[in-house]
């Protein structure tokens, strides 16, 4: 008889779970299975072995010590802040306070749960307490948020999670992990689990195997990388693709009733096989999803997919089987924490009225979901609600200023008001370098140039600080944005001032601004009368990099003497006019100096022959032409001329220009 060992898969934890699974394959309940969860407490129990007593045990107190209380159990406190996340911060507070619940009193719940609260209030009672319970409080800082605020997405939330791992260190006694902001190591004695998700399991090794092998079978999609498989399956199969979807989008660890809410029984055994090779056994005796399979899963969903999964993500923390209400889980779980990510991922899904529905503690909260209505469904009209409502709870709410401010620019409305909130977020966050690009660039589309002028040498200093940097990253969301939307209003001036300042070592490694250099470079070429040349090839100097169709040497052995780029400007009666400029070739580097523009008549029998018997006809109005100049080797001069091919200019690396640019014409003149 088989040893339960061996094919039990790693990641059971639990009877429920066994249950679940042996139905999966088929195989009956029996009590030699079941009793093969015998195998598994000690690892189940290892973490709650860790959170039910302080990892630090201090000797009794030898006297009273005013305001420290030392209750008759330990309190743990588990910290695992999800990582640069808009949330991370409240969500690390929320953590702490969940833990010292028992301990606080009505009045101090409801500080730490009532939005209307400020942030340094909130964190004032957790730290209170958190000092009046030292004794007894064991912390574990599960991979907390590790980034410098400028480094991170989310900024504001970063530098929350470091107010909450100072509080905790400030309490004094407590055993905590890496400052985020230093370069201290560790303490001994804390616990910070490496990453669950780091080789492939045997089990998934397996899955993915198989998997390639069915790819590529007859009549199969040829697929010989394990990655590979696992798209294919993905995109073949929608019940697999919707069941891991919302796994791919968990924060932390999950246990079987997240994969019952999913509906895991429900699917075809080759289905579950895969997905529950897919789950790894965490440190805590949860599952966690393989951080690679994620990022393979999210790939592979369209924009709906992926709110459809954090729609059914809120719904489980939400409902009936939600961790806080699972008796037997450890680590035990918390309302509080249920409702954050409930509300975590009902934001992402795009649910305007969760937040009416079921409420929220913090601002910030409000702050994410009116971001996610702007940049995934544009719902504009929702999203200046959901600031307004946080602006009432906090009117020093920089992001929510922020946030108000571009929801009502992005309908056109209201520029007055659009102005106030753009400048006081601004005043309280002076540091957001894309926020004054926001500023800026509402100006430019409003028609205010000289107030655009005025605001962008104001903020020039910041934009060239040394947190700019060689970043390529904020050069494209700055100096990128203001010069695509100058270069499409024409301010050539201005847009090639805001481009003068990008360094030329971000240039050349963005292709992005690399494009914006080119199109504007056009302009002013066609703005100085230079435009002899197609949009593909204009660009400031345009002709050292010429002829484009021309050859050096002709088959007799003429060689190129100069040339003449070309546009037609009309045919009349007999006569071609053309607009030239003349290009001498220099032969000790090949670059030439442009003479020109100037206005040239020829006749058509003339151009006809110079361009050959393999031309049918001339080029028309607004064509362009190359015609070079050839001499032999015994002196003899002749012409000869190439038509450009006529070709639609696309410049894929062109950023498009994120909001209407024309959006305060439109409402001026009531057009929608």
């Known amino acids: 008889m088989s040893d339960p060992k061996d094919e039990f898969p790693d990641i059971l934890r639990e009877p429920e779970t066994v249950r679940l699974f042996l139905s999966l394959e088929g195989k009956a309940p029996t009590e030699e299975w079941l009793g093969a969860v015998t195998l598994f407490p000690a690892v189940n129990m290892r973490m709650a072995s860790r959170v039910s007593s302080p990892m630090q045990t201090p000797d009794p107190p030898q006297y009273a010590v005013p ?3 030392t209750p008759q159990r330990p309190i743990p406190v588990v910290v695992r802040s999800p990582l640069d996340a808009p949330d991370s911060g409240p969500m690390a507070l929320v953590q702490v306070a969940a833990a010292l619940r028992g301990e606080l009193g009505a009045w101090e719940v409801s500080v730490v749960t009532d939005p209307k609260t400020a942030w340094v209030d909130k964190l004032r009672v957790v730290e209170e307490h958190l000092t009046r319970f030292r ?9 907390p948020e590790r980034r410098r605020p400028g480094d991170s997405r989310h900024p504001r939330a970063a530098e929350r999670v470091n107010e909450v791992v100072r509080l905790i260190r ?14 201290e190591r560790e303490p001994e004695g804390v616990h910070v689990p490496p990453d669950a998700s780091g080789a492939l399991s045997t089990r998934l090794q397996r899955t993915l195997e198989r998997l390639v092998a069915r790819a590529g079978g007859p009549g199969g999609t040829e697929a010989t990388d394990p990655w590979d498989s696992l798209a294919l399956a993905l995109e073949q199969s929608e019940p697999l693709r919707r069941f891991l979807a919302p796994l791919s989008y968990v924060r932390g660890g999950f246990d079987s009733p997240l994969l019952r809410h999913l509906g895991l029984e429900r699917m075809e055994a080759s289905i579950a ?3 529950w090779a897919c789950l790894v056994a965490a440190d805590n005796g949860l599952y966690e999803f393989d951080s690679t399979v994620a990022r393979v899963v999210r790939r592979s ?6 709110r459809e999964a954090h729609r059914a993500l809120a719904g489980y923390y939400a409902g009936p089987e939600r961790p806080s209400l699972q008796p037997d889980r450890v680590p035990p779980a918390h309302p509080w924490l249920d409702e954050m990510e409930a509300f975590h991922h009902a934001s992402v899904a795009c649910d305007p009225t969760w937040w009416e529905r079921h409420g929220f503690f913090f601002v910030d909260q409000l702050d994410a979901l009116g971001r996610e209505l702007i940049e995934q469904v544009r719902s504009y009209p929702t999203a200046a609600k959901v600031f307004e409502r946080a602006l009432e709870l906090d009117p020093d709410d920089a992001y929510a200023h922020h946030g108000l401010a ?3 620019d992005a309908q056109g409305l209201e520029a007055e008001r659009v102005a106030v909130h753009y400048a006081e977020a601004i005043r309280l966050e002076p540091g957001m370098l894309s926020w004054h690009a926001d500023r800026i660039c509402f100006r430019i589309a409003e028609g205010s140039i000289p107030e655009a002028l005025r605001l962008w040498e104001e903020a020039r200093d910041l934009f060239l600080g040394d947190e700019t940097g060689d970043d390529v990253g904020t050069y494209e969301r700055v100096h990128g944005r203001l010069a695509a939307l100058l270069i499409h209003r024409q301010r050539l001036k201005f847009a090639r001032e805001v481009l003068g300042d990008v360094p030329e070592r971000a240039r050349m ?3 992005t601004l690399a494009a914006l250099s080119r199109r504007l470079g056009a302009f002013l070429e066609v703005e100085r009368g230079r435009a002899l040349v197609p949009a593909p090839h204009l660009e400031e100097g345009w002709w050292r990099n010429g002829p484009f169709l021309l050859s050096g040497e002709r088959a007799n052995g003429a060689r190129l003497l100069r040339w003449l780029a070309a546009r037609v400007e009309g045919v009349v009666g007999d006569r071609v006019v053309l607009l030239v400029g003349v290009v001498g070739v220099d032969t000790a580097n090949g670059q030439g100096q442009l003479a020109g523009p100037a206005t040239m008549e020829v006749s058509v029998a003339d151009l006809q022959s110079w361009l050959g018997s393999g031309v049918e006809s001339i080029p028309k109005d607004g064509e362009f032409l190359e015609i070079g100049v050839y001499v032999t080797p015994d002196g003899a001069e002749s012409l000869h001329a190439v038509p450009h091919p006529l070709k639609t200019w696309r410049e894929p690396d062109l950023p498009a220009i994120d909001l209407d640019p024309e959006r305060y014409v439109r409402t001026r003149f009531g057009s929608r």
Not at 170 to 183: E, F, M, Q, V
């Open 67 to 69: 305001g420290v209380v």
């Open 135 to 143: 004794d007894a409080v064991s912390v574990i800082l599960v991979g």
């Open 170 to 183: 400030r309490a004094g006694g407590l055993p905590t992990a890496l400052d985020p902001l230093s370069g």
């Open 273 to 275: 096989e895969t997905a």
């Open 301 to 306: 969903l369209g924009d709906e997919e992926k």
């Open 406 to 408: 571009r929801a009502l």
């Open 509 to 511: 490694r963005s292709p």
